[in-house]
C-alpha cells in the first residue's frame, strides 16, 4: 500500500469484542491505523504508548488512532488495559487485513511495523514504515495530518 492509492475497507474486532469498519472510523474524520507485530513486547509498547500520549494533538487534527496486530482479542484487551491505551486495537488473528495492507511476513513470522494515515476518502495520505524508531509513527503520521488540506 502506497500514498495515493485507496485503502482497503475491512472489519475487524476490537479488544472489546466490537465489531467495526474502517469505513465507521472515517466517517468521522481521517484514520491513523498502525500495525504493531505483538501486544505487550516492549517495542509495541513504546509505540502504543505514544500514540496514547498524543491523544490531545490527534484530537486537535481530527483523527481517530487505531492499532492492529494478528494478538487475539483477549491479548489485546489486556494491552489496552494494562497501558490505559484510550484508542481500539484490533484483531487481526488470519493477518487478512495484514495482507491487504501489505505488511504481512510470510509463514508465522509476525507482521511488519508499519502505519497509515487514511484520509476519509479512503486515499492513504502517508505510510511510516520504520521498524526500529517507535516514535516515529506517530510523530509523522501527526505531520501528515497537520499538512493536509482541510
Given at each position: 500500500m502506497d500514498v495515493g492509492e485507496v485503502a482497503p475497507d475491512?472489519?475487524?474486532?476490537?479488544?472489546?469484542?466490537?465489531?467495526?469498519?474502517?469505513?465507521?472510523?472515517?466517517?468521522?474524520?481521517?484514520?491513523?491505523?498502525?500495525?504493531?507485530?505483538?501486544?505487550?513486547?516492549?517495542?509495541?509498547?513504546?509505540e502504543s504508548c505514544h500514540f496514547r500520549d498524543l491523544a490531545a494533538e490527534f484530537t486537535a487534527v481530527g483523527a481517530t488512532r487505531l492499532g492492529i496486530s494478528a494478538d487475539?482479542?483477549?491479548?489485546?484487551?489486556?494491552?489496552?488495559?494494562?497501558?490505559g491505551l484510550d484508542y481500539p486495537l484490533l484483531s487481526d488473528p488470519d493477518r487478512s487485513i495484514a495482507k491487504a495492507f501489505g505488511v504481512k511476513r510470510p509463514g508465522p513470522l509476525f507482521n511488519r511495523r508499519a502505519t497509515f494515515v487514511i484520509d476519509t476518502d479512503r486515499t492513504v495520505l502517508e505510510v511510516i514504515a520504520s521498524e526500529t524508531s517507535m516514535h516515529t509513527h506517530a510523530d509523522t503520521a501527526l505531520a501528515a495530518l497537520r499538512a493536509r488540506p482541510v
Open positions: 475491512f472489519e475487524a474486532l476490537t479488544h472489546r469484542g466490537e465489531t467495526v469498519r474502517l469505513a465507521d472510523f472515517l466517517a468521522a474524520g481521517p484514520v491513523v491505523l498502525f500495525f504493531y507485530p505483538r501486544a505487550m513486547t516492549r517495542g509495541c509498547t513504546a487475539p482479542v483477549d491479548r489485546q484487551a489486556a494491552f489496552a488495559d494494562k497501558e
